[in-house]
């Protein structure tokens, strides 16, 4: 019976992977209440006007409020209430920011669909759900839906239920 030489085994150096970060949305959510709990600026004039020009230009008003710079979302929203002339122009910056968001969400799509990749399409699609739900949720008197149940007139809602299973298990 022959033997079998065996190889000598090289010592390959381990380089240890590092992980891409992942950032889930609890966490995202942690990290907003620690910013939330932290020493935050007061609301002035300037950082009411930097956070309606940023909206202008595109950003999203929590995004923007992640900055330690900048006051919490929650205070600029109290100060709506406040200031009536501040809560108008944040409406109307919302307002374009929806718009232009809405537009770019339709634009990717239209895109995307000229391509004929599914995958794009898909993302496309997810995207374009995506900035509606925010809208819907960061103002939803103008980009929310609304579905309403009512009868004839405006009326109470008339429901008439119909059993079709025989009655006490006789056919």
């Keep these: 019976m022959a033997v079998r030489k065996r190889k000598k085994a090289e010592c390959v150096p381990v380089v240890p992977l590092i992980p891409a970060e992942i950032v889930s949305p609890a966490d995202r959510q942690r990290a907003r209440l620690a910013n ?11 950082n009411k006007a930097r956070l309606l020009q940023l909206m202008k230009a595109g950003e999203i008003p929590t995004d923007v409020c992640d900055d330690r710079a900048m006051p919490a979302f929650s205070a600029f929203m109290a100060e709506c209430k406040i200031d009536h002339d501040f809560a108008a122009e944040y409406e109307d910056a919302l307002s374009a920011l929806a718009d232009m968001s809405l537009m770019d969400a339709a634009r ?8 004929g990749n599914i995958d794009t399409m898909r993302v496309s699609d997810m995207y374009s759900k995506t ?10 008197r103008t980009h929310g839906v609304l579905v309403k149940h009512a009868g004839a007139d405006a009326g109470p809602l008339q429901v008439a239920v119909i059993n079709y299973a025989a009655p006490n298990g006789k056919e």
């Design 108 to 115: 990717f799509s239209r895109d995307s669909a000229s391509t």
């Design 131 to 140: 900035m509606t739900s925010i809208f819907e949720k960061l103002s939803p």
């Design 36 to 46: 939330a709990l932290s020493k935050r600026p007061p609301i002035t004039a300037d």
